[in-house]
Antibody, heavy 120, light 110 residues
Framework: QVQLVQSGAEVKKPGASVKVSCKAS????????ISWVRQAPGQGLEWMGW????????NYAQKLQGRVTMTTDTSTSTAYMELRSLRSDDTAVYYC?????????????WGQGTLVTVSS | QSALTQPRSVSGSPGQSVTISCTGT?????????VSWYQQHPGKAPKLMIY???KRPSGVPDRFSGSKSGNTASLTISGLQAEDEADYYC??????????FGTGTKVTVL
């Protein structure tokens, strides 16, 4: 079955960087893109960016431009999201989701989520 | 990109219908027929319920339906059941592989 499995929880200090992985299985990795979405405690979903697993093209949410980098490793069918210069308001659960359908606008399935805690 | 506007909460008794609105602009909801809806239970990852405004993935009950008029999309849950109690988020394509989520709506089954 199609599945996305993410890396484990992280605790980081302000100013540090974090890199979250998302390993895909059950489908041809390069046929779809991956979107990253985060959710701060008690808050709503926030779209962070998208990467094409076919050619590595990316598009990021404006507020994260310059701090986020999304990459893929097609040899291991894994997507990565790196966020730099972490602040306390980056504390959130980070999700990856496969983008399918027209305009890759159908996010299905989702990974299980990775909690990133930023604290001094 | 501003979040799409959803009511903070809606509620209904078992068997009733509830509708959740999702208001954007002509640059997102109104400009594309790529609105999707996600259900999220506490502590769980979101689940796709509706895509392309009104299409249902296999396995999603037909009591869930979607529609759109102008800059506002809607999700209707007919025949409300206890397990439908959850948070619901809309999401719209905004062009050039950019997307925006709604503010989220808590559905309570009375």
């Amino acid at each position: 079955q199609v599945q996305l499995v993410q890396s484990g929880a992280e605790v980081k200090k302000p100013g540090a960087s974090v890199k979250v992985s998302c390993k895909a299985s059950g489908y041809t990795f390069t046929s779809y893109g991956i979107s990253w979405v985060r959710q701060a405690p008690g808050q709503g979903l926030e779209w962070m960016g998208w990467i094409s697993a076919y050619n590595g093209n990316t598009n990021y949410a404006q507020k994260l431009q310059g701090r986020v980098t999304m990459t893929t490793d097609t040899s291991t069918s894994t997507a990565y999201m790196e966020l730099r210069s972490l602040r306390s308001d980056d504390t959130a659960v980070y999700y990856c989701a496969r983008g399918t359908g027209a305009a890759a606008a159908r996010f299905d399935p989702w990974g299980q989520g990775t909690l990133v805690t930023v604290s001094s | 990109q501003s979040a799409l506007t959803q009511p903070r909460s809606v509620s209904g008794s078992p068997g009733q219908s509830v509708t959740i609105s999702c208001t954007g602009t002509s640059s997102d909801v109104g400009g594309y027929n790529y609105v999707s809806w996600y259900q999220q239970h506490p502590g769980k990852a979101p689940k796709l319920m509706i895509y392309d405004v009104s299409k249902r993935p296999s396995g999603v009950p037909d009591r869930f339906s979607g529609s759109k008029s102008g800059n506002t999309a809607s999700l209707t849950i007919s025949g409300l059941q206890a397990e439908d109690e959850a948070d619901y988020y809309c999401c719209s394509y905004a062009g050039s592989y950019l997307y925006v989520f709604g503010t989220g709506t808590k559905v309570t089954v009375l």
